[in-house]
């Protein structure tokens, strides 16, 4: 039949199983969305805590590890390692190297000093890598007469800290260098002060600065040479280690210094005069023990018992 309008009017009605299908497919849709969520929730927290774990597990294994290689590096040295290098190198055919009965003193006092050790040598010799070795926990510092040959030594073992030094002594002169020490004791060779500014003939002032704020724990002098009248001898190196020894800062106040050829003269006049008799603990034709303790700034003496030294040449 035609509408009067020319338009017909539909009516459209939803039956109610097609209303009650939508609703259960969003509630469907809801619990699915639900279901998601909640997985995604418990997989992250438990992504998180497994990797929190991890990472503690990480840090710790970090820790350790860093903890155990800074307890190896601090370490002394073995014992059996100890005597192995003191073996075989005092078993060596260098003439001019030294025995066990002159190295073990040496090495004993570095086994026995508070770490780091602050070890100053006079002389680059065939021990120079023992004595880095045995203290290597410590500041090791070697004075040599040679530029070359303190450059080439360090070229060829970086490892090594070598200065050279120019000295303005010679053996010829060894008692006039000690008369006119004594005339300055109060003043530029006074047994307190530091060298660096100091002009007494006998005391070394061309170091790096660094050498002359180190409190020196233990120092060797083993050079420069000690032969021909024009060679520079020992005589500086034994007074500087005197000054260095008696104007300590820090540590114990004690420096122990080692003295080797101490049969010769000059070795052993220098030694009782700016080393001192009193402070010799141990001796033998080739190595001198001495334990020289800090003194007042104030002070103008070098020993507090007062021997003649021994001038015959």
């Given at each position: 039949?035609?509408?009067?309008?020319?338009?017909?009017?539909?009516?459209?009605?939803?039956?109610?199983?097609?209303?009650?299908?939508?609703?259960?497919?969003?509630?469907?849709?809801?619990?699915?969305?639900?279901?998601?969520t909640v997985a995604f929730l418990v997989t992250l927290i438990y992504t998180r805590e497994s990797f929190s774990t991890n990472a503690g597990i990480a840090t710790t294994t970090v820790t350790m590890t860093t903890v155990a290689a800074s307890s190896a590096i601090s370490a002394p040295l073995p014992t059996t390692v100890i005597n192995t290098l003191l073996h075989y190198t005092s078993r060596?055919?260098?003439?001019?190297?030294?025995?066990?009965?002159?190295?073990?003193?040496?090495?004993?006092?570095?086994?026995?000093?508070?770490?780091?050790?602050?070890?100053?040598?006079?002389?680059?010799?065939?021990?120079?890598?023992?004595?880095?070795a045995l203290n290597h926990n410590?500041?090791?510092?070697?004075?040599?007469?040679?530029?070359?040959?303190?450059?080439?030594?360090?070229?060829?073992?970086?490892?090594?800290?070598a200065y050279d030094v120019q000295y303005t002594t010679k053996m010829s002169e060894w008692r006039e260098l000690i008369g006119s020490a004594k005339e300055q004791i109060r003043n530029e060779c006074?047994?307190?002060?530091?060298?660096?500014?100091?002009?007494?003939?006998?005391g070394i002032n061309d170091l790096p600065n660094h050498v002359y704020e180190v409190d020196w724990d233990v120092i060797?002098?083993?050079?420069?040479?000690?032969?021909?009248?024009?060679?520079?001898?020992?005589?500086?190196?034994?007074?500087?280690?005197?000054?260095?020894?008696?104007?300590?800062?820090g540590g114990n106040g004690k420096t122990h210094v080692f003295v080797h050829d101490y049969y010769r003269n000059i070795e052993r006049a220098y030694g009782d005069e700016f080393l001192c008799r009193e402070?010799?603990?141990?001796?033998?034709?080739?190595?001198?023990?001495?334990?020289?303790?800090?003194?007042?700034?104030?002070?103008?003496?070098?020993?507090?018992n007062k021997t003649t030294s021994s001038l015959s040449s």
């Amino acid at each position: 039949m035609k509408n009067n309008n020319g338009s017909n009017t539909k009516l459209i009605l939803l039956h109610p199983y097609i209303q009650k299908q939508g609703s259960s497919n969003r509630l469907w849709l809801l619990a699915f969305i639900s279901f998601f969520t909640v997985a995604f929730l418990v997989t992250l927290i438990y992504t998180r805590e497994s990797f929190s774990t991890n990472a503690g597990i990480a840090t710790t294994t970090v820790t350790m590890t860093t903890v155990a290689a800074s307890s190896a590096i601090s370490a002394p040295l073995p014992t059996t390692v100890i005597n192995t290098l003191l073996h075989y190198t005092s078993r060596s055919n260098d003439t001019f190297h030294m025995s066990y009965t002159e190295l073990k003193p040496i090495s004993d006092v570095l086994r026995k000093c508070s770490s780091p050790c602050n070890f100053l040598i006079f002389g680059l010799t065939h021990e120079t890598l023992l004595w880095k070795a045995l203290n290597h926990n410590g500041r090791t510092v070697f004075i040599d007469e040679n530029r070359y040959y303190a450059a080439y030594f360090e070229e060829l073992h970086p490892e090594i800290d070598a200065y050279d030094v120019q000295y303005t002594t010679k053996m010829s002169e060894w008692r006039e260098l000690i008369g006119s020490a004594k005339e300055q004791i109060r003043n530029e060779c006074r047994p307190v002060q530091n060298l660096l500014f100091s002009e007494c003939k006998l005391g070394i002032n061309d170091l790096p600065n660094h050498v002359y704020e180190v409190d020196w724990d233990v120092i060797l002098i083993d050079g420069p040479r000690g032969d021909g009248s024009d060679g520079p001898g020992r005589m500086s190196p034994i007074f500087t280690s005197g000054v260095l020894a008696r104007s300590k800062k820090g540590g114990n106040g004690k420096t122990h210094v080692f003295v080797h050829d101490y049969y010769r003269n000059i070795e052993r006049a220098y030694g009782d005069e700016f080393l001192c008799r009193e402070n010799l603990v141990e001796h033998n034709d080739l190595l001198a023990h001495f334990v020289v303790e800090r003194m007042d700034e104030n002070s103008f003496h070098f020993c507090r018992n007062k021997t003649t030294s021994s001038l015959s040449s």
